[in-house]
């Protein structure tokens, strides 16, 4: 029995991934529409037990996801010898252009995300939720930038998994 | 209108940008 590296890898690669996207359309379909709701029921109990218990737990799992999804397929693609020839979409490569064309577009677009996570929704939720100081201006400046940047990536999100599913199993149409 | 305004917007557009990229990467590929 020889032990696969490359399928555990790919595991949980699928295992994060599903983590971080489950969590994006959980902040997207579900916590940002019930925080409005809760905001406009003048006589509701609000939103703070949200903002104080739930959103920073999902947001510890939602970035940490982030990270683990991106270096286990990294690792994927290098370990395959594939990682220059899918950031480079496979224009440079003598065979398997369809696949590296395929993985290198999701790829590129779950890099996208990362950084997105990282540097635009990571760091204005901080400051959004009362982790870091801000005052009332730049929170609201903040909690702008991090409702686009979540919202592109789950526009993203689509053509990523789309890609994803492709590279082996071939594109829709 | 920015699509990413509602969540149907911002669906719609990711749908419409994976039929795009279907014909990017296969141009790519030479597919």
Redesign the interface.
Known sequence: MDFNFLSLDRWLHIVAGVTWIGLLYYF??VQA?ALAAATADKGGPGGAGITKYVAPRALLWFRMSAAVTWLTGALYLAKNGHLHGAFT???MAESG??Y???IG?GAWLGTIMLFNVWVLIWPNQKKVLGLTPATDEQKAKARRTAF?AS??N??????ML??MGSAFHG??? | MN???S?TG??S???V??IV??F???A????
């Open positions: 997207n379909f529409p979409l496979g224009l252009q369809l590296l064309a395929t577009v686009l919202r592109t789950t526009l993203l999100s689509i053509p789309m890609c594109l829709p149409f | 699509p990413l305004e969540i911002t669906i557009a990711g749908f940008l994976a990229l279907v990017v990467i296969k790519i590929a030479g597919a």
